[in-house]
Nanobody
Framework: QVQVVESGGGLVQAGGSLSLSCAAS????????MGWFRQAPGKEREFVAA????????YYADSVKGRFTISRDNAKNTVYLQMNSLKPEDTAVYYC?????????????????WGQGTQLTVSS
C-alpha cells in the first residue's frame, strides 16, 4: 500500500498562486491514479482534481477548472497541484489520495490511501 504526504500549503492572497506537492512511497507509484480533495470547515470533503497513473488524463471539479492543474512525475513519485487565481472559497485542507489502478476517480470512496492534509488559506 502506498503512503502519501502532502506539502506546500500556506497563506496566500486572493488572486495569487500556490503549488501543492504529494510525495508517495512504499509501493510502485505508476500503478496508482492520484487525486486531490479538499475539505473546508463545516463542509464535506469534495473532489478537486485527479490524474491517471501515467499522466495521460486529468479531470477537474467545475469550481477549479481553468485555475488548477494537476500533474505527476512518476520518476519522482510525486503528484502536484498548481493553483492559480486563488479565491477565498478555495480555503480548505487539501488531501492527496492514491487509488490502485490506472483509471482516475472523482469519488473519495474510490481511493485507497490518504495523506494527512495540508492547509490552504486564501485571504481576501
Amino acid at each position: 500500500q502506498v503512503q502519501v504526504v502532502e506539502s506546500g500549503g500556506g497563506l496566500v492572497q486572493a488572486g495569487g498562486s500556490l503549488s501543492l506537492s504529494c510525495a508517495a512511497s512504499g509501493s510502485t507509484f505508476r500503478n496508482y491514479a492520484m487525486g486531490w480533495f479538499r475539505q473546508a470547515p463545516g463542509k464535506e470533503r469534495e473532489f478537486v482534481a485527479a490524474i491517471d497513473s501515467v499522466g495521460a488524463a486529468a479531470y477537474y471539479a467545475d469550481s477549479v477548472k481553468g485555475r488548477f492543474t494537476i500533474s505527476r512525475d512518476n520518476a519522482k513519485n510525486t503528484v502536484y497541484l498548481q493553483m492559480n487565481s486563488l479565491k477565498p472559497e478555495d480555503t480548505a485542507v487539501y488531501y492527496c489520495a492514491a487509488k490502485v489502478g490506472a483509471a482516475l476517480s472523482t469519488t473519495a470512496g474510490g481511493y485507497d490511501s490518504w495523506g494527512q492534509g495540508t492547509q490552504l488559506t486564501v485571504s481576501s
